[in-house]
């Protein structure tokens, strides 16, 4: 095992703020420590991906800010840093992070198709979502929510979390910058025109704003006719801090197929498989885009998580 720490890409959209406080682990593989991604599920200390992990003295952030354990809620797509013992399914969390992908108005609601929109993006939900203060028969256009959950392959917003805020007046959404125009000084999120001719821009790389970069753009008013005038446009590092051989087990969705043997999760994470890697609830023909799975392995030197076991993760209703 080596003791130096690389960084990776892991892109699962909305968690950048992780970057931020992680730290390298020691141990690795599949037992030892490990990185497990997923939504809360529980709570005893909280259960992830099935992992029992006792958070008694874990360090968390909720946002990018310190948190307490009792902050955490049921849905929250957190990503647990830890020691794990494969055969009884428990860990010891050192770290824990949580960050939402979106918080803004709703802009509609289709509650016979599981579906509703916000800040111009398109929440998909099913059975599994956490609903907090609002269920999706009674949303309503107007209703400020928080949104936690991963992108899938056509960059819609796959919901664990939807809880419904009061008294939010700033919003904020994390995506993909597309459509970019110097000269108008505009971009696209999904369908939505992004304006930051007045926006402070923060992070970016040297030669500013370009098509394909992550960022979270916040602004003090209510987007019209898809278009978001912004406050601030923050360019996100989605790297961490990881062991080479580290394990890791990643929920979410494929996004995208690069190869025979290579995917992209949740917008950006890459997986790679061979011959050696055990698929279950399917085989490697099942790895369409948007299957949504859980995919166990390690990180290679350039932070490609080579996969040693996919499960493939029975859809929930809508």
Wanted: hydrophobic content about 45%; some cysteine.
């Amino acid at each position: 095992m080596k003791n130096h720490c690389t960084k990776a890409i892991y892109g699962l959209a909305g968690l950048l703020s992780v970057a931020a406080f992680w730290a390298c682990g020691s141990g690795g593989g599949i037992s030892g420590t490990k990185l497990v991604a997923g939504p809360i599920a529980e709570f005893g200390s909280i259960v992830v991906n099935g992992v029992d992990f006792d958070t008694t003295n874990a360090v968390v952030t909720i946002e990018g800010d310190p948190a307490q354990v009792s902050e955490l809620r049921l849905g929250m797509y957190v990503f647990v840093l830890g020691d794990v013992d494969a055969a009884t399914m428990t860990g010891n969390a050192e770290r824990v992070a949580s960050d939402h992908l979106l918080e803004g108005p709703v802009d509609g609601v289709d509650p016979a198709g599981g579906t509703f929109a916000a800040l111009s993006q398109l929440v998909i939900t099913d059975a599994a979502t956490v609903f907090d203060q609002t269920t999706l028969a009674t949303l309503a256009p107007g209703d400020v929510v928080e949104v936690f959950g991963v992108l899938d392959a056509d960059a819609n917003v796959r919901a664990t979390r939807v809880q419904k805020k009061d008294g939010v007046i700033d919003f904020e959404l994390t995506g993909t910058v597309t459509a970019l125009d110097t000269v108008a000084e505009t971009f696209q999120i999904g369908i939505l025109t992004v304006d930051f001719s007045s926006a402070l821009i923060e992070n970016a790389p040297p030669g500013g704003l370009a098509d394909g970069l992550l960022v979270e753009v916040e602004t003090d008013q209510t987007p019209i006719n898809d278009l978001m005038v912004a406050t601030s446009i923050d360019v996100l590092d989605p790297a961490f801090m990881f062991e080479v051989d580290e394990g890791a087990e990643i929920q979410g969705f494929v996004s995208a197929i690069v190869s025979a043997t290579e995917f992209v999760m949740n917008a950006s994470q890459r997986v790679q498989t061979n011959a050696n890697t055990r698929f279950e609830n399917g085989d490697a023909s099942d790895l369409v885009l948007n299957a949504q799975i859980e995919a166990d392995g390690v990180f290679d030197a350039q932070g490609i998580l080579v996969a040693e076991e996919i499960e493939f993760v029975p859809a929930a209703a809508p």
